[in-house]
């Protein structure tokens, strides 16, 4: 099995893995190529029975439901919703014992023993609910295959390949741990924790996968640039941890090629970076790459007409990726930055790096507690890394003044133009 954590992540991996195995068509047939949860759902309708997996409106509206049932309390439901996706569903809790003694690591507020007799009632609600109406979560779906594969059942394959694995939930950990566990070395992980964008921390050995002792840090970039890549690595500590000790050292690192240093501009108004994305548009064109070999990156939907109006500017046509990934000859790429992960293109534009924009406004308001801050920036900033490591040879990013904080950091000040 060759997977990452999402679907639209698992379609960019078969399609190189098809360009791959072009003169092996018989050794991709021996390879599965699908995202984990895809795997779990087709294994459980296999071995366990027919599914029917909760929606998120399914799950929400129950819990709140459940909070106003318990009377008044001082926790939002946006609380709620992440502590039963990140806790109680994550690691199927099914006990009040077992939520009162959970390990909450990666949750910053602190909960005491009567606060979480509370919210277990709450929880406990939102269980029974579920389970009434016949539903399952993807995670109670995971845990379910785990335990019948962990009783001995014959693993449905002989190694398990996981890209991307930084961003792998508690579920999925679980449901490798237990479908590795037949074969010496049946797992192996490539990851980055400086790429973490969708996970929160999480000990991995807890869930049943302990990697500590047996991982390291692969130094060589094949893809970016040194003057993009060390330019990037400025969004990032030097040296990042995961909750189990394992150390990434970012320092050291090397790339195999030199390209042009990469360009930072903080517009006047979006009409002049309008102007200047398609100045940029023009060189690279006169330089000789095609429309296929360019991507524009923006943090949400919202942004998408600033790059459709920076290619209309070149008579560039745009293809907007959707979760196939799929890009298309003769148009340039434009993405969100949270699809932008697993893709590469030789020139990437990162637009509309604007305050309040990255970090997103709207996530920091959101934050009921100050500690869980620094969890938003951390993964606002590995974001706009996510994007900027796109690029092969030529970056530009831009934004209207005033620009997200991120961009100091990403070059001194006194070099922005």
């Known amino acids: 099995m060759l997977t990452r954590f999402s679907e639209p992540l698992a379609n960019a991996l078969r399609a190189k893995l098809r360009l791959l195995l072009t003169s092996e068509p018989r050794l991709g047939e021996r390879i ?35 909070s106003q049932k318990v009377g008044e309390h001082k926790f939002s439901h946006r609380f709620l919703t992440t502590e039963w996706e990140q806790v109680v569903d994550g690691w199927q809790l099914d006990t009040w014992e077992a939520y009162r003694d959970v390990n909450r690591l990666g949750r910053k507020t602190r909960l005491r023993e009567e606060q979480r007799r509370l919210l277990w009632s709450i929880f406990e609600i939102v269980r029974l609910g579920l389970r009434e109406r016949g539903l399952i979560t993807t995670s109670g779906m995971l845990n379910v295959l785990a335990r019948h594969y962990a009783n001995g059942a014959a693993p449905p394959f002989n190694f398990a ?3 991307e694995a930084q961003d792998a939930s ?5 449901f490798l741990a237990a479908i ?37 840090t692969l130094k060589i970039n094949y893809r970016t640039s040194h003057q993009i890549r060390s330019q990037a690595d400025r969004l990032l500590d ?18 195999l090629f030199n390209g042009p240093k990469p360009e930072i501009k903080v517009c006047s108004s979006i009409e002049e970076e309008t102007r200047a994305v398609g100045a940029w548009l023009h060189s690279l064109k ?6 296929h070999e360019i991507a524009i990156f923006v943090r949400s939907t919202a942004q998408f007409d600033r790059p459709k109006a920076a290619a209309e500017q070149e008579g560039l046509r745009c293809k907007v990726l959707d979760e196939r990934l799929e890009t298309a000859a003769g148009s340039l790429s434009v993405s969100t930055m949270h699809l932008a992960k697993g893709l590469e293109f030789r020139a990437v534009a990162v637009m509309a790096c604007d305050d309040e924009v990255i970090p997103l406004q709207a996530r920091i308001e959101m934050v009921t507690e ?48």
């Not at 087709?42 to 509206?61: C, F, M």
């Not at 030097?238 to 790339?255: C, F, H, L, T």
């Not at 006169?286 to 429309?291: K, M, N, S, T």
């Open 238 to 255: 030097p040296q990042i941890a995961d909750v189990d000790g394992n150390v990434e050292e970012r320092k050291g690192a090397v790339s």
């Open 286 to 291: 006169a330089d000789g790459l095609q429309p």
């Open 370 to 417: 100050e500690a869980e801050l620094e969890d938003v920036y951390n993964t606002e900033r590995h974001l706009l890394y996510v994007a900027c490591t796109r690029a092969r040879d030529y970056l530009l990013v831009t934004s209207t003044a005033p620009a997200s904080e991120f961009l100091g950091d990403l070059i001194p000040q006194d070099q922005l133009t």
């Open 161 to 163: 390949v996981v890209d």
């Open 180 to 216: 590795g566990s037949g074969e010496p070395n049946g797992l192996y992980f490539a990851g980055d924790l400086g790429q973490r964008i969708f996970q929160q921390p999480f000990s991995w050995k807890a869930a049943g996968v302990d990697v500590r002792g047996r991982s390291a």
């Open 32 to 66: 599965e190529v699908y995202s984990m949860d895809a795997i779990g759902r087709r294994l459980y309708e296999l071995n366990i029975g027919k599914l029917r997996i909760a929606t998120d409106a399914q799950v929400s509206e129950p819990i709140r439901q459940a």
């Open 170 to 174: 508690i579920a999925q950990i679980r």
